[in-house]
């Protein structure tokens, strides 16, 4: 694993959130995203870094930190999957479609996230193989 790698920040203690960081472990043929929950100090320093709000409340977005740029939303979506392994990484197809058009969606996911997945009151503890690509 790249220790410079791109760096996925995601919502803790969203079930969907969480499912999708074990998703893309079990997905990831690059084997360089780290990870960092929104609500570590490590994930606010990376937000203060990129010039980004630190959210006061619930995370409404995933981020993904590579280099000196970050990029939120579905734009976050198309970067984590081009790492991914065949055939989810297809969906880069979808960079075709109109950012504003992909973030529509995906704010409709986002605003109901805790709803249709559940939330935990803290972040849960990681595996072995997350704990070594986490971000503290």
Known sequence: MASDGPIVLFDGVCNLCNGAVQFILDHDRTHA???????????????????????????????????ESAYERSSAVMRIVRHMTFPFWLARV?????????????????????????????CRIPTPELRARMIT
């Open 94 to 122: 979808f960079v075709l479609v109109p950012r504003p058009i992909r973030d529509f969606f995906y704010k409709i996911i986002a605003r109901n996230r805790y709803r249709w997945f559940g939330k935990t009151n803290e």
């Open 33 to 67: 995203l780290r990870f960092a929950s929104l609500q570590s100090d490590g994930g606010r320093a990376l937000l203060e870094k990129h010039g980004m709000k630190v959210p006061e409340g619930d995370p409404d977005t995933i981020v993904v930190v590579e280099g």
